[in-house]
């Protein structure tokens, strides 16, 4: 792990500790605590402009390529859970999936069972799902309620779809790898931003291990911003 990403990562710790929860107790599992973080109503955040947040037909980026990050505000203690979602090149078709992590914890070997999931269709279909959590593994209380999408003159659908094998293969953490000893992450944004880099997405914000996921949301620049309500 890098410096920079490490130093992020303690602070991610003690954060957590003056909040008084143990973090990753419910990995990113949503919990429905009655409090989220209100999206702007579909305004495009920062000023977005044709070719990164603008819109194409039925409200999806104007393409070639586009990005979507969904986000549950209030899971794994209010620090909040990611999916993600990427249109396939030139199509009105997407690709979008999660790691739901429903075991609620810090740690699951690779090849284990960490909730994971993808599916295709269509825009519309996309946004219906996640608003439903169609996919989630189980009894889902809490569905995705806020999504933030952009344009992407670059793409690589392929390079996506191998992330998304391996992001579905090498298991869950959160805190210290017992292999290792060091701290890190595979958690969901880890996923949501491995798939979306692989995809070669125009501007997608790094995001470091243990990185808390509603604070990264806030940090892509020229991505829409809108409420996900149940379709």
């Known amino acids: 792990m890098s410096g920079l990403a490490r130093k992020r990562g303690f602070r991610w710790a003690l954060a957590a500790t003056a909040a008084g929860v143990v973090v990753g107790m419910t990995g990113c ?8 973080v209100k999206p ?28 979507c990050v969904f986000v549950k505000p209030d899971g794994a203690q209010k620090f909040g859970h990611t999916g993600w979602g990427f249109r396939i090149t030139g199509t009105d078709r997407w690709e979008y999936g999660a790691v739901e992590n429903p075991g609620n914890g810090l740690y699951t070997p690779p090849g284990g069972d960490i909730g ?62 017992p292999e290792t000893g060091d701290l890190g992450s ?17 501007h997608l914000t790094p995001a470091y291990q243990t990185e808390i996921p509603n604070v990264w949301v806030e940090t892509l620049v020229l991505w829409t911003d809108k409420a996900l309500t149940p379709r």
């Open 29 to 36: 599992q949503p919990m429905d605590t009655g409090a989220a």
């Open 40 to 67: 702007s109503g579909g305004t495009p955040s920062h000023g977005a402009t044709a070719g990164t947040g603008s819109v194409g037909s039925a409200g999806q980026p104007a393409g070639p390529g586009g990005a």
């Open 116 to 177: 994971a999931w993808h599916a295709e269709g269509s825009y519309a279909q996309m946004l219906s799902d996640m608003s439903r959590d169609a996919h989630y593994p189980g009894k889902s209380t809490h569905p995705y309620s806020r999504y933030r999408c952009t344009s992407s003159s670059t793409s690589d659908v392929n390079g996506a779809r191998a992330m998304i094998r391996t992001v579905e293969s090498r298991g869950f953490l959160v805190g210290i790898d």
């Open 186 to 202: 595979r958690d969901c944004l880890d996923a949501t931003y491995d798939v979306l880099k692989a995809y070669r997405t125009r």
